[in-house]
Each structure stands twice: as structure tokens, then as C-alpha cells.
């Protein structure tokens, strides 16, 4: 594809309940990162991968956020049993490498839990 | 704490004028990116410049930065009613052998008529 994507592009969901958050991205990048973003705030770092492997895991919010890429591709977030407070817009981002490289961003996937 | 943190918080001015944005950072760096955002949702890359650079240029974009203050600004000149939007700094830090980008809260740019 052209960009990243990003899907679903808007989820509501009940609390308690899991959901799986998926990002395409830019063909050929190895870095991809997530991030997420509260209203009117900035973003806040969750996880980023170099290939299939994630370096940096500290930005997840707790143990219910996992994430993984497969074929050093596709990346899917998963929240489980998710809280009012996970609600926000997440951010999927790929670039060519985790150093000086832009990002590219996704149009991003609004989360409302309920 | 807060890594990158742009000031001012937000700012409105008149179509024509220019716009000036400032991030400061805390730690070393390798790179600074200033990135746009429309709408809440995906941000647009505007421009990188490296640590060794003082200052770059992009259209009506121009972008300084001072590693000795830590700090980089960047100036919208003839701004225009597309320009508003939330404009954020990112640095990336050397953190062991990894280096990660870190996002600042951004300014929010409001452009009157």
C-alpha cells in the first residue's frame, strides 16, 4: 500500500472485554511503532519494533497491553479486559529504521470503552 | 518526565504573520523532528534536522537548533489558514543500544482569518 493503515478505525467496546488493534505498514520498513493519544494531548510512546523484535517494551501502560509483528510486517495491539481509561486514539507509526528516519503515520484507531 | 516539551502550549495569530514554536529536550540526542497534526488523528512529517546542523529549511519552514540550550524552535513564516493544526517536536534518544523517538505535548497553532 501507499501509506500505513490502520484498522478498525473506530472500535466501541464494553468494558472488560479484549480487543485487537491491527497496522499495516509501509512495505520494507523495519521500525513500527505505537503510540497512543488522549484527547488534546500529545503522544505518549507505548512500544516500538525493529523487525520482529521489540527493544523497547517500557511504554506499555500495564500487563494487559501486549503487542507483536509477525514476518516484519503487520503488527497487531491487544488490550485485554479493557478499562475506561484505555480509551484514546491509537497511533501506529513505520519508518526505515529506528534512527534517523521519519515516521510515517496511520490514520490512527479511535477506542471507546464503555 | 517529559523528554521534548514544546512551548508556547497554544497560539493564535493573524493570517500573514508568522508563527514561532519552541522545544526544549533534556537529554542527548541525534535527531530532532518537528511533525504536524490535523484533526486528532495521523501526524505529517515536516522536517529532520541532525544534531550536527543549526538550522534547515523546508518551504516556509525553517527550523534552528541549539544542542548547547538544548532547545530548537521552528517559524511558520506567512502563515496561513492551513497551517492550523498541533505541531509537535520528536527527539530521539541513544538509550543503551536502542534509540527510541519521544514526543513532546505539542503547540496548538490557530491561524485567524
Known amino acids: 500500500g501507499a501509506g500505513v493503515s490502520q484498522s478498525p478505525s473506530n472500535k466501541v467496546t464494553e468494558k472488560g472485554k479484549d480487543v485487537e488493534l491491527r497496522c499495516d505498514p509501509i512495505s520494507g520498513h523495519t521500525a513500527l511503532y505505537w503510540y497512543r493519544q488522549s484527547l488534546g494531548q500529545g503522544l505518549e510512546f507505548l512500544i516500538y519494533f525493529q523487525g520482529n523484535s521489540a527493544p523497547d517494551k517500557s511504554g506499555l501502560p500495564s500487563d494487559r497491553f501486549s503487542a507483536e509483528r509477525t514476518g516484519g510486517s503487520v503488527s497487531t495491539l491487544t488490550i485485554q479486559r479493557t478499562q475506561q481509561e484505555d480509551s484514546a486514539v491509537y497511533l501506529c507509526?513505520?519508518?526505515?529504521?529506528?534512527?534517523?528516519?521519519?515516521?510515517?503515520f496511520g490514520p490512527g484507531t479511535r477506542l471507546t470503552v464503555t | 518526565s517529559q523528554q521534548g516539551e514544546e512551548d508556547p502550549q497554544a497560539l493564535s495569530i493573524q493570517e500573514g504573520e508568522n508563527a514561532t514554536m519552541n522545544c526544549s529536550y533534556k537529554?542527548?540526542?541525534?535527531?530532532l523532528q518537528w511533525y504536524r497534526q490535523n484533526s486528532g488523528r495521523g501526524l505529517v512529517h515536516l522536517i529532520l534536522i541532525r544534531s550536527n546542523e543549526r538550522e534547515k529549511h523546508s518551504g516556509r519552514l525553517r527550523v534552528t537548533l541549539d544542542t548547547s540550550k538544548k532547545s530548537s524552535s521552528l517559524l511558520i513564516t506567512a502563515s496561513r489558514a492551513a497551517d492550523t493544526a498541533s505541531y509537535f517536536c520528536a527527539t530521539d534518544l541513544v538509550m543503551n543500544r536502542d534509540d527510541k523517538i519521544i514526543f513532546g505535548k505539542g503547540t496548538r497553532l490557530h491561524i485567524l482569518p
Open positions: 507509526a513505520s519508518s526505515l529504521s529506528a534512527v534517523g528516519y521519519e515516521q510515517y
Open positions: 537529554t542527548s540526542i541525534n535527531n
